[in-house]
C-alpha cells in the first residue's frame, strides 16, 4: 500500500507570499496525486489532479508539479480566503491514501 | 451541475452498524468514467479514506477498515450505500460522500455520525 508523508505540519505566511507544500509518496507513483483545499464546515475542494493540471475554476494562484515519488503544491501570492488545511492524495491504486495535511494560516 | 447527498443516522450506539446513503443528482452513477467513494474526518484529525465502488459493484476498501465495510451499489436509484459493522467511539467523524476522477471532484456536504451510548 502507497502511503503519503506531508510537509509542513503548518505554515504561516503573509498575505501576498508565496508558499510551498511538500508531499512524498512511499513509492512511485508517476503523476498521479490530487491536491485538497479543505476550510471547516465545507467540503473538501479539488484543486490540482495529475500533479500538475488545475481544476477547472480554481485560481491560478494555485500550482503543483512534481513526479515519482515527490510533489509540491505552491500557493502564489497568498489570499485571505486560502487560510484552510491543504491535503495531496495518491490516486495511482487502491488503497487511496491521503497526506496528513498541512494547515495555512495568515500573519 | 453534479451533486451528492449523505443521509443516515446521526447518532451510533457502540457495536452497532453504521448505514449510510448517498444520493447523486445531475449525473448518472451509471457512468464507466468514475467510482464513486467514502472519506472520513474524526475531530482534530485528517481526511481519511475509507472506500470505493464501480457501479457494476466493484470494491475497494482500506486495510485496517476492511472486515468491518461492506458498500453497495443501486443504479435504479442512482445511490450507493456504506455499511460498517462494530462501531465504536474512535468512528466518530464526519462521513463524505464524493466521485472519484483523477481526484475527487464533487463530495457531498458531510454528515456527522458521532457513536455514543
Known amino acids: 500500500d502507497i502511503q503519503m508523508t506531508q510537509s509542513p505540519a503548518s505554515v504561516s505566511a503573509f498575505v501576498g507570499e508565496r508558499i510551498t507544500i511538500t508531499c512524498r509518496a512511499s513509492k512511485d507513483i508517476s503523476t498521479w496525486v490530487a491536491w485538497y483545499q479543505h476550510k471547516a464546515g465545507q467540503a473538501p475542494k479539488l484543486l490540482m489532479h495529475l500533479g500538475v493540471g488545475l481544476q477547472s475554476g480554481v485560481s491560478s494562484r494555485f500550482s503543483g508539479s512534481g513526479f515519482g515519488t515527490d510533489f509540491t503544491l505552491t500557493i502564489s501570492g497568498l489570499q485571505p480566503e486560502d487560510a484552510a488545511t491543504y491535503y495531496c492524495?495518491?490516486?495511482?491504486?487502491?488503497?487511496?491514501?491521503f497526506g496528513g495535511g498541512t494547515k495555512v494560516e495568515l500573519k | 451541475q453534479v451533486q451528492l447527498q449523505e443521509s443516515g443516522p446521526g447518532l451510533v450506539k457502540p457495536s452497532e452498524t453504521l448505514s449510510l446513503t448517498c444520493s447523486v443528482s445531475?449525473?448518472?452513477?451509471?457512468?464507466?468514467?468514475?467510482?464513486w467513494g467514502w472519506i472520513r474526518q474524526a475531530p482534530g484529525k485528517g481526511l481519511e479514506w475509507i472506500g470505493s465502488i464501480f457501479y457494476l459493484g466493484g470494491t475497494h476498501y482500506s486495510p485496517s477498515l476492511k472486515s468491518r465495510l461492506t458498500m453497495s451499489v443501486d443504479t435504479s436509484k442512482n445511490q450507493f450505500s456504506l455499511k460498517m459493522t462494530s462501531m465504536t467511539a474512535a468512528d466518530t467523524a464526519v462521513y463524505y460522500c464524493?466521485?472519484?476522477?483523477?481526484?475527487?471532484?464533487?463530495w457531498g456536504q458531510g454528515t456527522l455520525v458521532t457513536v455514543s451510548s
Open positions: 492524495q495518491q490516486a495511482n491504486s487502491f488503497p487511496l491514501a
Open positions: 445531475g449525473g448518472s452513477i451509471s457512468n464507466s468514467d468514475y467510482h
Open positions: 464524493a466521485r472519484l476522477s483523477q481526484g475527487y471532484d464533487y
